[in-house]
């Protein structure tokens, strides 16, 4: 052979022409199976069609008993950058100029139940981790307006917070009679700036917020919020149960200093978000001023607001994609077929004989494999979320908007993640060689640990997130389309489309398996007779 | 025993836009055994498995000693049949695989025994099924065939990868058969593996029969009374012969070739003469050459026709070639024809 | 496959004698088949080892401190029946997938034509090998569950019921959990004989199975998902691990365990008709 080729430029080329002339070989094998062609299209077709199950409605019921869907309890509330918030608290207020500070001091951050709301625990446990109060600098009291805030929160110490996002720490500790928190607040046209102190007189800047387009006249004041309690009690395959109830925190305020208030201002106290909705969070509440004494109370939240959470989908865009799992599996048979296929009647001595280079045939088999997959995944995630997103809004359900970006890599991750596991199982399929057994091992691989992680939620938390981040399945990752906050108290799981690993590390993850699968095949069908 | 026949009555199935079978009709007999042939593709397998009641018919009938396949009751006892050797599992032992079948008609090991004896296949018995040579299998699928000591006995193409020794064996092994009053039934596409075991022919050609006739007589349309003369003096020979009333013609290698005389009114007159010569055989037509001549317009397949004609075939013709009675022997050169 | 020719139709009682013995001969050759498979004892063994396996390592993961969680020790201690079920799948479709890969189902039903009885043959002879090593799974999991339970303050001394077959609860849970793998290798051997091909029957079993409770999160908390889980196999059959908060269940146990049977028929019933119809 060596003798042959005169010029390492022809052996290049001829070494890319015999690779072309194998892919057009496995690529002609592949689609005239018929089976395997109908395998892999329904495999699109079934992560499309499952979003024609029935989702969760929202509305209330009409006064002729016909369910209203949508309304106003169903609408989302936007901040300022268009993603979802939760924006309801008391507030207690005064009008700002272009300038000014407030300033206060909080002795005390105390949680309770509202009457007939109390879910049967001890009250001293009505404080919630994220009960927070303190001082807050808004556009408006309209829900979703853009605000930056210091706080005394339940157990995570002062906080600055701005814009429902951004989060940054403070001193830590509780807040009491004997270790008061002093909090202020300056603004300067567009930008506020937080300040904390133990005892009033050192002070530390915590963070400097850009609220952009800040009106000339801002509304600043006091405000108490507090997110309900909820513990899940059981959860199983058949689902989660938890109980919730809703709570409020009060806090006391004194040494209330305001500069560069327009004059004559008073005090007017306001509930932010009220919404006229059982189901939600009733933001009740008040103020009380005794002396240089303020004692404001409040229900309801001041942060991100993301979907889910009662063990549903409802309204999340990665909600739309579930159908991977089936069209997954299709896909999975079909892959793991196309090599096992030709153990079975001997076929591979024939495509080894007709192209020796054991290695190439299966990178061949791949590539033809992964692209196939990835250009059938495409088409169906992107029809997948339009049909999703059709069917919550037909019941009345608002989608939890998400950057375009995010859409974008939502679908092409979803093809990609198809065509990695197709090659994932391509590889388990070569070692195995039975058809059988390998598709039962690659399924045990990438859809059991999703599942024992997730849906059937036996494991502890940690356990579950340790399979999600070292099986196969971690490239499900990729399909996660809202951001964690650490200020939201949410259960995090996959059930709610939370993975213990970023999008592409998770990926990362799968096609470290597809590729270590592959080179094991590789090395395998080297070693073994054909 | 029973009446042990085989009747075929106007089968008719299709697959999709094929036909594969077209009104196939036939009886088989006991105490013979009975070639079924025709080209690859004439219906051949897909008749036995009509048969066997694994396919269902479109049309028409097939019945076993009088009764379809489906009612028999421990059917191996009525049919043991042979349709493809591969068709077992390889990671089950040879023995193992006649212990499932016997077991399956309510027999028991000692039958296993007994029929792996009969099939030679004492030393692999125990050994993976997976491991053997086609031949080997053949003989596995023989033993299967003879579990149930079955008065009717069908094989879709039995000689498949047997070696020289094997086919003669098998071919005794089924005249035996025969011969012990059996109904036998063996399917193939090369006439010449039939050559003297098939007393009776069945010969189809796309999906029905074409010819149904005692293999004697399929020979003896086919020869013609031809004799064969070497020579070292032609034209008198010639001249002697053609005054008796023959017609004779010279080959190219400078032998005669005969019509319209016996062989031994050929040797007696030559010898009146005294004319010398070193060879008088009379012809006998193989089998191949009768069947070609028969499924020339059946074959279906211009390749499978062309591999059947010279020079493909003609060496496995010559050496199973008829030895004949006497001194006299017939080769089976295609020049003879 | 409709021909029961009348011309050839013997007296009822001569019928049923002649059937009677197929069928013993069908099922003592169908078992003499799967006892000769090499495959299958260790798919048995591996499908008792994961089971019981990963029931130690969930019992072993479980913690509960307070001693108030709302844990179902039987439930806990059952759960490798999720994966070991996949194992029982593969053998129940392997013992008719390879026939048909192999071609010998040809010989299987030219010995035996009643293809009916053959299926049911089949489904007899996996029954009790399942029966079996899922008795030893399933007891070895709640002995498993049994000794490490207790230590993570899930057990007797924490309020929690007694892991014991004699507790009625118990016994319906393991019991019932050997009956559902039963079940699943029977659902399996009705698919594979309805698809024959063993990499699609394996795929659909396991979809069956498992996707319906990752599905179900689409339809939320509503009346959907409740349907879902009543009529899907695996959480609707395994219903009868419940021993604790039975009012909470989707569906009783029992009935639960009568949906996964429904399905079950169905395969079976999809699997004789489609062997019947098909040439082999």
Redesign the interface.
């Known amino acids: 052979m060596t003798a042959m080729l005169t010029r390492p430029g022809d052996a290049v080329r001829a070494d890319r022409d015999s690779f072309r002339r194998l892919l057009h070989a496995e690529w002609t094998k592949f689609r005239t199976v018929r089976g395997w062609v109908i395998g892999t299209i329904a495999g699109g077709l079934l992560i499309i069609a499952v979003n024609l199950i029935p989702g969760g409605q929202c509305g209330g019921m009409q006064a002729n008993g016909q369910p209203s869907l949508g309304g106003p309890g169903c609408a989302l509330t936007l901040g300022p950058a268009g993603q979802a918030v939760t924006d309801s608290f008391y507030f207690v207020h005064q009008p700002m100029g272009p300038a000014g500070s407030i300033t206060v001091r909080v002795t005390s951050l105390t949680g309770s139940y509202p009457p007939g709301n109390s879910p049967g625990q001890p009250a001293a446990s009505a404080l919630q981790p994220w009960s927070k109060a303190g001082i807050i600098i808004k556009a408006s009291t309209r829900p979703g307006s853009a605000y930056a805030a210091m706080m005394v929160t339940g157990s995570h110490g002062v906080r600055m917070q701005w814009d429902y996002t951004q989060d940054t720490p403070g001193l830590g500790g509780a807040v009491s009679q004997t270790t008061p928190r002093w909090l202020r607040l300056t603004r300067a046209g567009d930008t506020v700036t937080g300040y904390d102190s133990a005892d009033g007189a050192r002070w530390a800047r915590i963070g400097v917020a850009t609220l952009p387009r800040l009106p000339a006249t801002v509304q600043a004041g006091l405000f108490a919020a507090s997110p309900g309690s909820s513990s899940v009690t059981s959860q199983s395959a058949t689902g989660s149960s938890g109980s919730g109830a809703s709570a409020q925190a009060t806090a006391a305020f004194d040494r209330v200093d305001l500069r560069r208030m327009p004059p004559g201002s008073r005090w007017r106290g306001t509930s932010i978000g009220a919404v006229p909705n059982p189901g939600n969070q009733s933001p009740g509440g008040g103020y009380r001023q005794s002396g240089g004494t303020l004692t404001v109370t409040g229900s309801g939240d001041i942060a991100p607001s993301l979907p889910g959470g009662d063990g549903g989908t409802a309204g999340s865009v990665a909600g739309t994609e579930v159908g991977t799992f089936a069209g997954l599996i299709a896909v999975l048979v079909v892959a793991t077929m196309f090599i096992t296929a030709e153990f079975r009647r001997g076929l591979i001595r024939v495509t080894l004989t007709a192209s020796p280079r054991r290695s190439r045939v299966l990178a061949a088999k791949a590539i033809v494999l992964g692209a196939v997959t990835f250009l059938v995944g495409l088409p169906a995630a992107y029809i997948a979320l339009l049909t999703g997103e059709r069917k919550e809004q037909a019941g009345g359900i608002s989608m939890y908007p998400v950057p375009v970006l995010t859409e974008l890599r939502l679908i092409v991750g979803t093809a990609a993640l198809l065509a990695v596991a197709a090659v994932l199982a391509l590889g388990i399929g070569a070692a195995i060689r039975r058809g059988a057994a390998a598709v039962t091992a690659v399924i045990a691989v990438i859809v059991l640990p999703y599942f024992f992680a997730g849906p059937l939620a036996v494991l502890p938390a940690g356990a579950a997130e340790w399979l999600l981040r070292l099986t196969p399945a971690a490239g499900f990752s990729i399909q996660q389309a809202y951001p964690r906050y650490f200020q939201l108290g949410f259960s995090y799981t996959p059930g709610n489309g939370y993975f213990p690993l970023a999008p592409w590390a998770g990926f990362a993850v799968l096609c470290l398996w597809a590729a270590l699968a592959l080179g094991l095949a590789g090395y395998l069908l080297r070693r073994r007779d054909a | 025993m029973l009446d042990a026949t085989i009747e075929v009555n106007g089968l008719r199935k299709r697959f999709g836009p094929t036909v594969a079978l077209d009104g196939m009709t036939f009886t088989v007999h006991p105490g013979q055994v009975t070639g079924f042939v025709g080209p690859n593709g004439a219906g051949k397998s897909t008749t036995m498995r009509v048969i066997l009641g694994l396919d269902a018919a479109d049309e028409g009938a097939a019945l076993v000693s009088g009764r379809p396949y489906q009612t028999l009751h421990r059917p191996l006892t009525h049919v043991g049949s042979l349709l493809d050797a591969a068709a077992l599992q390889p990671s089950r032992s040879a023995r193992n695989h006649l212990l499932w079948l016997a077991h399956s008609q309510g027999l028991g090991a000692r039958r296993v025994d007994a029929v792996i004896e009969q099939a030679g296949l004492q030393s692999a018995a125990r050994r993976k099924a997976g491991g053997y040579s086609l031949g080997m299998r053949q003989r596995l699928g023989i033993a299967a065939a003879l579990l149930g000591d079955p008065p009717v006995l069908m094989m879709d193409e039995p000689f498949n990868g047997m070696d020289p020794e094997g086919i003669i064996w098998m071919r005794g092994f089924l005249r035996s058969l025969a011969t012990q009053g059996r109904t036998v039934l063996v399917s193939s596409h090369l006439m010449s593996e039939l050559q003297d075991m098939a007393d009776h022919l069945v010969i189809v050609g796309r999906g029905k029969v074409i010819a149904d006739t005692s293999t004697r007589e399929l020979l003896a349309a086919a020869s013609g009374d031809r004799v064969m003369v070497r020579t070292s003096s032609a034209p008198e020979a010639t001249a002697v012969l053609a005054r008796a009333g023959a017609i004779v013609a010279a080959d190219s290698d400078g032998a005669l070739t005969v019509s319209g005389l016996a062989a031994e009114k050929v040797v007696s007159l030559l010898g009146a003469k005294a004319v010398p010569f070193s060879e008088v055989s009379a012809h006998h037509a193989t089998l191949e050459q009768a069947y070609l001549e028969l499924t020339r317009d059946a074959a279906q397949y211009r390749a499978a026709d062309a591999a059947a004609s010279p020079p493909g075939p003609s060496g496995p013709a010559g050496h199973g070639g008829t030895p004949a009675s006497g001194p006299s022997a017939a080769s089976g050169q295609e020049a003879a024809r | 496959?409709s021909?029961?020719?009348p011309a050839?139709r013997a007296c009822p009682a001569e019928m049923s004698r002649?059937s009677r013995?197929?069928m013993?001969?069908?099922l003592?050759?169908?078992?003499?088949?799967a006892r000769?498979?090499?495959?299958n004892g260790w798919l048995h063994l591996a499908a008792i080892a994961l089971t019981v396996a990963v029931s130690a390592a969930?019992a072993a993961?479980?913690?509960c401190p307070s001693g108030h969680c709302?844990?179902d020790p039987a439930?806990?201690s059952l759960?490798g029946i999720?994966?070991g079920q996949?194992?029982i799948?593969?053998v129940a479709?392997?013992g008719v997938?390879?026939?048909h890969?192999?071609?010998?189902?040809?010989?299987?039903?030219?010995?035996?034509?009643?293809r009916a009885t053959v299926l049911a043959a089949k489904a007899a002879v996996l029954t009790c090998p399942v029966l079996a090593s899922g008795a030893v799974a399933v007891l070895g999991s709640v002995l498993a569950g049994r000794l490490i339970l207790p230590g993570h303050g899930i057990g007797p001394g924490h309020g929690y019921p007694d892991l014991s077959l004699t507790s009625g609860p118990v016994l319906r849970a393991a019991s019932g959990s050997v009956l559902y793998l039963t079940l699943i290798a029977l659902l399996s051997l009705g698919i594979a004989a309805a698809v024959r091909?063993?990499?699609?029957?394996?795929?659909i079993v396991?979809?069956l199975l498992?996707?319906f409770?990752?599905?179900?999160?689409?339809?939320?908390?509503?009346t959907?998902?409740r349907h879902?889980?009543q009529l899907a196999p695996?959480?609707a059959g395994?219903?009868i691990q419940a021993t604790t908060?039975l009012h909470?269940?989707?569906i009783s146990p029992w009935a639960g365990l009568g949906v996964l049977a429904g399905w079950t028929a169905a395969a079976l019933l999809a699997g004789v008709i489609l062997l019947g119809l098909r040439?082999?």
């Open positions: 496959m021909q029961a020719p050839q002649a013995a197929s013993r001969d069908a003592h050759a169908e078992w003499t088949k000769t498979l090499p495959g969930v993961a479980v913690r709302a844990e439930k806990i759960t999720y994966l996949a194992v799948a593969i479709v392997l997938s390879t026939e890969s192999t071609g010998m189902i040809r010989v299987t039903l030219a010995a035996m034509p009643r091909d063993g990499a699609a029957a394996i795929g396991l979809g498992y996707l409770p990752i599905l179900g999160q689409v339809a939320g908390t509503g959907w998902h879902l889980d695996m959480t395994l219903a908060g909470s269940l989707p040439d082999a």
